[in-house]
């Protein structure tokens, strides 16, 4: 029996929720440019969002997952961390 774990919610929603910060962060940088504001404006707290919410998701998914089928998890989980790191990406690079 092989498992699929990506057609799971818990698997593909924090992958989701990382490609929407991603496309929150882009528009904002490319209308705006990278500016420091001194209010955080909607796109940040959109984005903090978008990125806390995702902590409990993954918790679970792992906590679910990585006892019932390991090396499944693992490229979910790496999948999740990738997202996670190409939503950051701008951010870190631009300091925002």
Not at 2 to 15: D, G, H, Q, V
Not at 35 to 46: F, I, K, Q, S, Y
Not at 74 to 91: E, F, K, N, S, Y
């Amino acid at each position: 029996m092989t498992i699929s774990l990506m057609n799971r919610p818990s698997a593909l929603l924090p992958i989701v929720m990382s490609v929407a910060a991603l496309a929150v962060v882009l528009p904002h940088i490319a209308i705006f440019g990278a500016v420091h504001e001194p209010d955080e404006g909607t796109a940040a707290h959109l984005w903090q969002l978008l990125m806390a919410g995702q902590v409990p998701v993954v918790a679970y998914f792992g906590a679910k997952w990585l006892p019932q089928a390991p090396g499944p998890a693992l490229r979910v989980l790496a999948l999740q961390a990738v997202a996670i790191l190409a939503a950051c990406g701008p951010v870190y690079y631009f300091n925002l």
